[in-house]
Every structure is written in structure tokens, then in C-alpha cells.
């Protein structure tokens, strides 16, 4: 068995595979602040889960912002892991858009996996999951009603700042002058999906176009990205382990490498 | 290891920068208790001139990426910053009013006379102002104008800056009681001249594989050709590292041991995140060129001395068509086997910046040479996010590792 961590910046992810490269198991716990703690947590639920012990793991490849901190023989980028995940999962994507707890990316793959290009976003939290974390708070809904409410919305209104401050004010005084909340909250998925579309088109929309990481997971967000994008999207059934599944097939390739050279 | 940390610590000439910078400073304050005047200038102003008139230059630019390098450049931004001047303006420019505002206790004398041509940047022309507003100094703003094609370095243009030249001359003569001498500005010309030279020189043999020269030693190493361009000490210091730089190719030794690959940095350094240099040269990435490096050199005629001055401000690579700067860029990526390009869009260089996505986009569709942009300041620490920049650094050796 290999395992893949991706310790991110709000969530720790880790995803278990077999030598076929299916996954056995996996888990997502929040990052807290200390990633050696959350990542054997992490992979200790995945474990458990699959009834697996430490020891069968022959090889641990760790990703994220906090992959230097996780107990792992070798480290990779999210941009690698995330290609390699989705290519794997979907050979014809060759477009990928992650949209995680403190950036977003934006990949463009060939047929074989490998990363052609990549837009990160800049140091700004617009445009990222902590930028509706940031939203929900204010509002003072849950980020799992987000997508409800934004498929109530009839008439969305128009968040024009792209700064997570200056948009929180926006939002105020929004309901304070009786905007509806659901509309509010389908105008701030507008405004994200928006700052990412700008950002994705440096390296353009090459079908077929995937979504990942954790806030896809609010259909009210991915919808108004694909729509703002123009295209169906695919969407993997659990979007936030990707980059976690790719960091574990490259711990096959790597462990593979390792017994070759011994040999 | 061991032999290898020796080796990555660069280029032994390069590390006499340090007191060069040192001397440099502790000499404008004892000429400046001779009398004689010192002149805030700007960077491509032309210091051979100055030089040859008895007009000490320093560089407030200069002065800022050594503060930023030194870990004390916050002091200066904030007393800017407290006096007004926003947050998105150039960080050099914050660095030097604020070290004006502050009383000028530091390495910088007070300035006699403040000296800038509009070449480079607009904001030089309202940041003399402001200075000048502040300190009372006496002020000449020189006008360079846009350089749209290759003539406008032989036509009308290039004689409107050398009139301009005269015009300094005539006001410096008159302001400080000094006399302009042409013999002596033939010999400025001359040194400024081989110091350029050299420099051209030592960089094309970062044209060889394993590269001889780093990005942190040319990141350093053009400090005298800022402020000492026309001087002996500036041609001593060339001389010496070309001959170390030839030692290295004769003995086919690389600035880092295995040479992975060879990248092109487009930008002003990070002054304040050095290491970053280290980080890529620790993955097997050296920086075989820079358009930033290069820029500095310029070849003078010593027998056409204010035209070759008027030409240098005006060919300053910022003072150029964008298309031209392109032009260069391109040309070096087969010249330096270039594998992959950083772009760094400096927050507070957008002149510099401005043509970066163009190029990015020439350099993956024409060239196929994978490229990273980021975003930061080069001398305002807090604009930098070192985990998110290090992150992609990582992302992209590892592209083209695969390619």
C-alpha cells in the first residue's frame, strides 16, 4: 500500500492506494495549526478506516503547504499531484482548475499528465476558499448551506471589489440595504469564479476542463464558475483528495524507483 | 558536501562588493567635508559627467536594495509612509524620502545638488521633487524621450539630451563655483567604457556550460557599475572578475556543482530574499542570465564623449520600445541554452514589469520554454509570500524536470 498526504492549508488530506493505483481509503481533517499533528491524524483515519496498519505502507509522498512538515519519504508540488490525480482519473482533461483553502491554479496538461503551464493566484485571499469562509462568517451561514442558498438566488447581485476587505463591506451593505442573502451569496460565488476565470485565462480553457479541491465542492460555486467559464466541467466525486491521490501515486512511482536502484 | 557548500558560495571577487559599498558611502561623506558637493542621482544619470566636474554621486536606488539586503529597510518606509506617501508607491523611492524625512543619519550623506534624468521611470521626476521639497536642495530634472526606434538614437533626440547635458554643466559650473573640463571627461569615458566592457565580457561566458557565474553573484556584482562607472576602482574590480571567471570556465567549473538547469531571471532582484537564488541553486538551478544584469553596461565613445552620455541615458532599456526589449529577451534564449524563464512582476517596477505576459506568452508558444510568474516588491518585504513563491518554484523545477 502507498500513501499520499496533502497537508493544505485549511484541511490535511490522506488518500491510501494499492499497487493498481485504486484507492483503498482515505480521510480529511482540518489542518489546525500544526500539520505534523494533523497529517498523522489524517493518515491514521485512513488507516483505520481500511483496517490498515502503518506498517503497510511501503511509501509515503507528502504535498501541500505544509509538506516539508509531514513525516513522508519524499515531497512533490500540488501542481504535479493534482495533474497526475486527475489524469489519472480522467485521461481526456487537459485543463484543470483547483480551487483550495488559501489559492487557486489553474493547469494546463497534455495526454500524458504532464504539466504544459500553471496560474497561481497572488498573494491575496480573493479568489480562494478562505475568502468564503471569510463570507460565511459575516453572513452567519454554514459554508455547506452556501449552495442551497445560491441556487435560490434570482437576481444576484454585482460584487465589484476584489478585495476580500473592501468585498466583506460590499456584502454589509448589501443587507443593510434589503438585498436577499441568497443573492448576496450567489453575487460573492459570481465574484470568485470570476477572479479565477481572469486568472485561468492566461492559460486558456482547453477542453476537457476539471475542477478540484475543496471549495468546488459548494455546487453553488462550481456552477457559477463553469458558467462564467462557458462549459461543463468534470467534476470528481470527491474533489478535495485529488492532490492527496496524486502525491500517493507518485509515492508508487518513487517507491518503484527506489527498489530498482537497490537492486 | 563540504566542497560543494565552498562552491555555492560563489565567485571570491564578489564578495570584496561588500566594502566597495562600504568605501563608497565613507568616501562621499569626506568629500563632503572637503566641500566639495555630493548629488542624489538616479540611476542611468550620467555619473561620468559628474565624475569629471568634482560632483560626488550617490544613488538613493542603490541605497534602498542595500537597506531592503540589510534588513533595515522598514525604518525609512514607514517615516514615508507616516508622512503620507502610499504604500503603492515604488519602494525605493519610499526608502529614500524616508531616509531624507528621517534626517539622513545613516550610510547616505546629505545631497548638494539632486540630479535625475526621466529615463528609466516617471516616478523619478515627482520623487527629485519631492526630495527637493523637503531638503531645499537644488534640483535638475532631465528629460529623456521615448526611444520608439534605433534612429532616435542619431536624430533630433539625441541632440535635445546632450543640450540638456550642457545645460547641467552651465548650472552645476555656476551653482558650486567648479569648472567643466573636457580632457577629464574624455578619461571618465574611457574607464565607464572598459568597466562596460568587461562586464559584457564576463557575461558572455555565462554562455558556457556549467555556467561560471550565478545569479547571486551578478545580482551583486553590478553595484559598481551603479554609482562608480568612471572611475579606477570600477575597472580594477572588472578586471579582477573577469579573471576569475575565466579561471573557472579554463577549469570547466560551474558556479554549482550539477548544473541542472539554466534559467533567465527577468527583473530587479528580491534584495531582502537572497536565499530564493540559494533555493533554486539548491535544485540543481542556476541563473545564466538576466536582462537586468546586462542593462547596466553600456558602451561610451570616448571621442564623442557627451553624445555617447546622451545616447547611454537615452538606450537605457526602460527608455526603449517595448518591441525591442522583446527583441533582446528572445535573442537570449538560444545564446544562454535557456531552459526555462522566472518572471518576477515587481509591485513596485511596473516599467519593468509591463511586458512580461507578452513575453511569457512568446517564450511557451514560439520557444516552448516553460516560464513562472510571481508577484512581490523587490525592496518591501511585506509584499512577499515566501511559502506560496516557494511552492511554485517547486511546481516549476519540477515541470521541467518532465519536459
Known amino acids: ?263 | 558536501m563540504s566542497s560543494q557548500r565552498e562552491k555555492r558560495r560563489g565567485l571570491q571577487t564578489t564578495r570584496k562588493i561588500g566594502e566597495l559599498i562600504m568605501e563608497h558611502f565613507s568616501k562621499a561623506w569626506d568629500v563632503k567635508a572637503q566641500g566639495k558637493p555630493v548629488a542624489w542621482i538616479t540611476v542611468f544619470t550620467p555619473v561620468e559627467l559628474l565624475y569629471a566636474m568634482d560632483i560626488y554621486p550617490v544613488a538613493p536606488e542603490h541605497f534602498g536594495a542595500m537597506c531592503s539586503a540589510r534588513g533595515f529597510i522598514m525604518e525609512f518606509l514607514e517615516e514615508a509612509e507616516k508622512s503620507g506617501y502610499s504604500q503603492s508607491l515604488c519602494s525605493y523611492s519610499r526608502c529614500g524620502l524616508g531616509y531624507a524625512i528621517s534626517g539622513m543619519k545613516g550610510l547616505m550623506p546629505p545631497p548638494d545638488f539632486l540630479v535625475t534624468f526621466r529615463n528609466s521611470c516617471d516616478v523619478y521626476v515627482k520623487w527629485w521633487q519631492s526630495l527637493s521639497m523637503h531638503l531645499g536642495t537644488p534640483l535638475f530634472v532631465g528629460e529623456a524621450p521615448y526611444v520608439l526606434a534605433r534612429e532616435d538614437l542619431d536624430n533630433y533626440v539625441l541632440d535635445y539630451v546632450v543640450k540638456q547635458l550642457e545645460q547641467l554643466v552651465k548650472i552645476a559650473e555656476e551653482k558650486f563655483g567648479l569648472k567643466f573640463d573636457m580632457e577629464r571627461l574624455v578619461s571618465t569615458v574611457k574607464l565607464s567604457d572598459k568597466a562596460s566592457e568587461l562586464w559584457l565580457e564576463t557575461l558572455k561566458l555565462r554562455r558556457i556550460k556549467p555556467c561560471p557565474l550565478g545569479g547571486r553573484d551578478s545580482a551583486s556584482d553590478i553595484f559598481p557599475l551603479v554609482v562608480m562607472q568612471g572611475t579606477n576602482e570600477d575597472v580594477k574590480f572588472y578586471e579582477e572578475l573577469l579573471g576569475e571567471v575565466k579561471e573557472k570556465v579554463d577549469k570547466r567549473e560551474g558556479i554549482i556543482e550539477n548544473e541542472r538547469f539554466r534559467l533567465l531571471f527577468d527583473g530587479i532582484w528580491l534584495w531582502y530574499a537572497f536565499d530564493l537564488i540559494k533555493y533554486f541553486e539548491d535544485r540543481g538551478a542556476v541563473f545564466v542570465y538576466e536582462p537586468y544584469s546586462e542593462a547596466w553596461a553600456c558602451r561610451l565613445d570616448a571621442s564623442k564623449p557627451l553624445e555617447s552620455i546622451a545616447r547611454k541615458i537615452l538606450s537605457m532599456g526602460l527608455n526603449v520600445d517595448i518591441d525591442l526589449r522583446i527583441e533582446r529577451f528572445l535573442e537570449s534564449i538560444k545564446e544562454f541554452q535557456i531552459d526555462g524563464a522566472v518572471l518576477f512582476s515587481n509591485r513596485s517596477c511596473k516599467s519593468w514589469s509591463a511586458p512580461q505576459l507578452v513575453t511569457a506568452d512568446i517564450l511557451s508558444k514560439e520557444f516552448n520554454v516553460p516560464y513562472l510568474i510571481f508577484e512581490a516588491d523587490m525592496a518591501d518585504p511585506r509584499q512577499y509570500a515566501e511559502a506560496q513563491i516557494k511552492n511554485r518554484i517547486v511546481a516549476f523545477l519540477e515541470v521541467l524536470g518532465e519536459s
Not at chain 1, 483553502?101 to 499528465?113: F, L, M, P, T, V
Not at chain 1, 486558456?204 to 464558475?225: H, I, P, Q, W, Y
Open chain 1, 1 to 263: 500500500m502507498y500513501a499520499g498526504i496533502d497537508a493544505g492549508a485549511s484541511a490535511t488530506k490522506a488518500v491510501i492506494v494499492n499497487k493498481d493505483s485504486e484507492i483503498v481509503s482515505y480521510s480529511i481533517v482540518p489542518s489546525g495549526i500544526n500539520f505534523k499533528v494533523s497529517s498523522r491524524e489524517a493518515l491514521k483515519k485512513a488507516l483505520t478506516t481500511s483496517n490498515l496498519s502503518l506498517e503497510d505502507i511501503a511509501y509515503t509522498v507528502s504535498t501541500g503547504y505544509g509538506r516539508t512538515l509531514v513525516n513522508a519519504k519524499a515531497t512533490s508540488s500540488e501542481i504535479t499531484c493534482i495533474s497526475r490525480g486527475i489524469h489519472k482519473l480522467f485521461p481526456s482533461a487537459r485543463t484543470i482548475i483547483d480551487v483550495g483553502g488559501q489559492d487557486s491554479k489553474a493547469i494546463r496538461i497534455d495526454e500524458n499528465g504532464r504539466v504544459l503551464d500553471f496560474a497561481m493566484n497572488d498573494k491575496c485571499a480573493a479568489g480562494t476558499g478562505r475568502f468564503l469562509e471569510v463570507m460565511s462568517n459575516l453572513l452567519g451561514k454554514p459554508i455547506k448551506e452556501l449552495s442551497t442558498l445560491h441556487f435560490k438566488s434570482s437576481k444576484p447581485v454585482k460584487i465589484s471589489s476584489t478585495c476580500t476587505v473592501f468585498a466583506e463591506s460590499e456584502a454589509i451593505s448589501y443587507i443593510s440595504q434589503g438585498s436577499a442573502i441568497e443573492d448576496v451569496i450567489a453575487g460573492l460565488h459570481e465574484a470568485i469564479a470570476e477572479r479565477i476565470y481572469n486568472m485561468s485565462s492566461r492559460i486558456g480553457f482547453e477542453e476537457n476542463v476539471a475542477f478540484t479541491g475543496g471549495v468546488v465542492k459548494n455546487k453553488g460555486f462550481s456552477d457559477a464558475l463553469g458558467k462564467k467559464i462557458g462549459l461543463t466541467p468534470i467534476l470528481p466525486e470527491e474533489p478535495q483528495i485529488i492532490c492527496a491521490f496524486g502525491a500517493a501515486l507518485a509515492a508508487i512511482k518513487k517507491h518503484k524507483e527506489s527498489v530498482g536502484n537497490s537492486s
